[in-house]
């Protein structure tokens, strides 16, 4: 069996900054629906702590992957989203500097961190201890721990 995906310190650093870039675009694009209570691109859910999910977001949002970046609950019957995420959808919207300026806050973050800590992982732990109380024996996937992480009222 696969290991489960964790939020961690390295992916949370980089999410704060990519929900920010997020939330700075939300005024001038009331167009734009709202994001998911489990958005990738919404600070504090558990998608935005999870390096890989952000990692993959950035390049979306940076156009260093072409690939747009798809909505999670709107899949079709073979996995693909049939809609873009709404958070990403904002990124799109802001300037590339500002962009750019909000990888660069996050990768100066990550540079200081990596310094500070001889942790690889730098795993949270809170979020560990709250995860092992709603699911013992880790039979939930991801999506399911995500939506009761951002119904539970708990912040990390």
């Known amino acids: 069996m696969a290991e489960k995906a964790k939020p961690s310190v ?3 650093t980089l999410g704060r900054e990519l929900a920010r870039l997020a939330d700075s675009q939300v005024v001038d694009h009331p167009e734009i ?3 998911c209570m489990t958005c990738a691109f919404r ?3 558990m998608p935005n702590m999870m390096a890989p999910t952000l990692l993959q977001a950035m390049h ?3 156009g260093t992957d072409p690939s747009p970046f798809g909505c999670h609950h709107t899949l079709d019957a ?3 989203p049939t809609q873009l995420c709404a958070g990403y959808e904002l990124c799109k919207e802001a300037s590339f500097e500002d962009a750019r ?3 660069g806050r996050a990768s100066a973050n990550l540079n200081r961190l990596c310094a500070e800590s001889s942790e690889t992982a730098m795993e949270i732990a809170a979020f560990d201890a709250w995860r092992i109380t709603v699911d ?3 039979r939930l996937d991801d999506y399911a721990v995500a939506k009761l992480f951002a119904t539970s009222g708990v912040r990390i």
């Open 10 to 12: 390295h992916g949370a």
């Open 101 to 103: 300026e909000a990888v």
């Open 43 to 45: 600070e504090g859910t």
């Open 136 to 138: 013992p024996e880790d």
């Open 33 to 35: 629906r709202s994001r």
């Open 60 to 62: 979306c949002v940076l």
């Open 78 to 80: 073979n996995g693909i």
